[in-house]
């Protein structure tokens, strides 16, 4: 297989040939997608029972280049294949990455050689000939308005399909971490037993209220200058045992979303461009909109000044936690409202 930069489609294509790269580094943000391709890829080339025989496993924080070298250059037995896997290939030194790179120039075609890692370091000789030589292939972490399209394919291919309001409340509460998607999939999956739809009752049944859920209600009612709501419920993620610095941390982030908002709806761009340029999950837009709305753009920096006021008294020694958050709170809730 020649040296190239391959996207994950090209690699399952290649695999589904049984064409297995000599030379493969699998990196990148996104450890789902990586940690899943790196399975597939021991399923298909090593059988089980002969894994004793034909898998190598070593760790970049201890691993050595020699050792790593070794095993590669260690023809299969009673299989076609061998596949050596390094993980963590960048908390290799040079110097031990370095004894490799007489391997790279003749690998040999029964070996499978993976290195996986977090990102590449191309001022190292290695990963400079490991570009001419091998195959890489990036694992990009994924944005927020790609999650409903992961959770939508993942759950057809378990035979399930998701009602509009249930896919929205879904989404809220599972946030983007994608192990965790698939792991509430399962559950749901197994709750639904023969029946193929979720609905939102599904969804309140198996899917845990998170703080990312809290966090949206308590800013929509500051958003509608609900004060009362709005003290409810940040003195419920309080009493939750959420760390006040992380609640606030969390309405910075929301705020800041509802700023760019409002300054491409201001430039008068459509809601699909919105979403893509705040990066939001295309079905917290129309309630993120909603509460853009109410505030003007001119008060978004004002808005800020508090926000940072309140961190830097967080984090200053014996300040009212709760009190100095119900203060925000309710400052806010005062911004005279958009006409």
Known sequence: MASKLMTLGDLKKAFKARQFPSLLLLYGEERFFLEETLEELLQLTVPSESRDFNYNLFHGKSARGAEIYDSARTFPVFSALRLVVVRDAHLLPAAELEQLLPY?????????????ADKVDGRRKFYQQFKKRGNLVEFKKYYENQIPGFIRDRAMSRGVAFAEEAMALFCRRVGSNLQEIVGELEKLATYLGERTLVDVDDVRAIVSD????????L???IGRQNSSRALSLLNRLLADGTAPLVVLAMMVRHFRQMWKARYLLDQRVGNKEVA?????NPYFLDGLLQQVRVFPASHYQGIFEQLLEVDLAL?????NASALLQGLVLRICQTERSV
Do not use: N
């Open 315 to 319: 984090k200053s020694s014996g300040a």
């Open 219 to 221: 800013t929509d009612a």
């Open 210 to 217: 998170t703080h990312i859920d809290s966090v949206f209600e």
């Open 104 to 116: 790279l120039q003749d690998p040999v075609a029964e070996t499978v050689l993976v290195l996986t």
């Open 276 to 280: 893509r340029g705040v990066g939001i």
